[in-house]
T-cell receptor, first 116, second 113 residues
Framework: GAVVSQHPSWVICKSGTSVKIECRSL??????MFWYRQFPKQSLMLMAT?????????EQGVEKDKFLINHASLTLSTLTVTSAHPEDSSFYIC????????????FGPGTRLTVT | DAKTTQPPSMDCAEGRAANLPCNHS???????VYWYRQIHSQGPQYIIH???NNETNEMASLIITEDRKSSTLILPHATLRDTAVYYC??????????????FGKGTLLTVNP
């Protein structure tokens, strides 16, 4: 299957700082990328959907000014957690799909964010 | 709100077939059944998907009932590395630029030696 990478794989930051997470589709062009968040022992929750060159669509309850998403190219999307707080500590996972009709959506390995 | 119901956990002996059930009684005619799995602390991995017919690939087989209200994922020869949470998800067919995978709680499959 297609490969999606994330960087960094884990990050520790201080409360009040901002953190940027990168998501790349390595061998296909991702027309749509998705960002999920997963708290311990819970399932994945979709945060937002982004199409290349367009503004992201956020799920209800997700603050768009706090979680900035940029999908500037067909292979790269970034999630910036602004003014991070300890409650933002979570496992952030991106996903990407191409423009084909096949429908598969591929996931990155995730980024573990810890805010101290 | 997930449209599927799965048992919270299952056990399987190594080398045996693992049969994971999923109920999706409200599935619409244009919705596919997708299966993903998530090994601890990793991103989900795509396994297989289908619409009406049974499907098979190098990882698994997907059996969908004729009325499409339920399906079974079959791992023919489970190994210890197949221990993971398995998610059954229904999603509309492609056609729109955005469609979302909504994850439920899944089934924790534990393969025992």
């Amino acid at each position: 299957g297609a490969v999606v990478s994330q960087h960094p794989s884990w990050v520790i930051c201080k409360s009040g700082t901002s953190v940027k997470i990168e998501c790349r589709s390595l061998d296909f062009q991702a027309t749509t990328m998705f960002w999920y968040r997963q708290f311990p022992k819970q399932s994945l929750m979709l945060m937002a959907t982004s199409n290349e060159g367009s503004k992201a669509t956020y799920e209800q309850g997700v603050e768009k000014d706090k979680f900035l998403i940029n999908h500037a190219s067909l292979t790269l999307s970034t999630l910036t957690v602004t003014s991070a707080h300890p409650e933002d500590s979570s496992f952030y996972i991106c996903s990407a799909r191409g423009g084909s009709e096949s429908g598969e959506q591929y996931f990155g390995p995730g980024t573990r964010l810890t805010v101290t | 709100d997930a449209k599927t119901t799965q048992p919270p956990s299952m056990d399987c002996a190594e080398g045996r077939a693992a049969n994971l059930p999923c109920n999706h009684s409200t599935i619409s005619g244009n919705e596919y059944v997708y299966w993903y799995r998530q090994i601890h602390s990793q991103g989900p991995q795509y396994i297989i998907h289908g619409l009406k017919n049974n499907e098979t690939n190098e990882m698994a087989s997907l059996i969908i009932t004729e009325d499409r209200k339920s399906s079974t994922l079959i791992l023919p020869h489970a190994t210890l590395r197949d221990t993971a949470v398995y998610y059954c998800i229904v999603r509309a067919a492609s056609g729109g630029s955005n469609y979302k995978l909504t994850f439920g709680k899944g089934t924790l499959l534990t393969v025992n030696p």
